[in-house]
């Protein structure tokens, strides 16, 4: 159950844009309710995920021999929590960062379960390739100001953050969904392998 709990609170951060808009839309602020709504949104899902995944990674310690593949995900969630003034390029390197530190931080997991994450880790490459382009994108605009990207930079920030982050979290969710299947089918400890005759 700690596993699971842990893989569910991780997932929080991801959807931050979608709870962002509802506290948006929900908020009666005469000032800025856009910038209400994402500071809030932020403010309460990353420390969530930030224990999350630590937890996850505690987990794995004691059962895989690459727990500490989970560690990037963790400091780049707590970069973000204790930079909340942080630039503008550091912030868009941190989102870009989010996809290929969530894959490794999946690959984290005990050898005998890796063979069933080996989807949501592809699901996850396809979106790193993304925020590597629209990272890449966004720093030879922001150095070489060059006018044609400065029209895609927003566009492409804005798919990835809407629907690329949130598709993470649904791995997340996925593999906390499996793995309650497998504790109610096959009573046993986390990491444990059940051999059928």
Sequence with gaps: MTYIVALLCTSACYFFI????IFTLASSRSYDPAYYGLITALALLYPLSFFGSLSFVALNQRKSDKWFLGLPLPIVILTLILSPDVSEKLFVLLLVLAAPASALFILSVPEEQRESVKKY????KVVSVYAAISGFIYFMDTFLHI????????GMFAIYAAFGLPSIGICLVLMAKEKRKRSDSSPGNFGKITVSS
């Design 18 to 21: 979608w709870v962002a808009g």
């Design 121 to 124: 880790v592809k699901a996850i």
């Design 147 to 154: 006018d044609f990207l400065s029209g895609l930079v927003p």
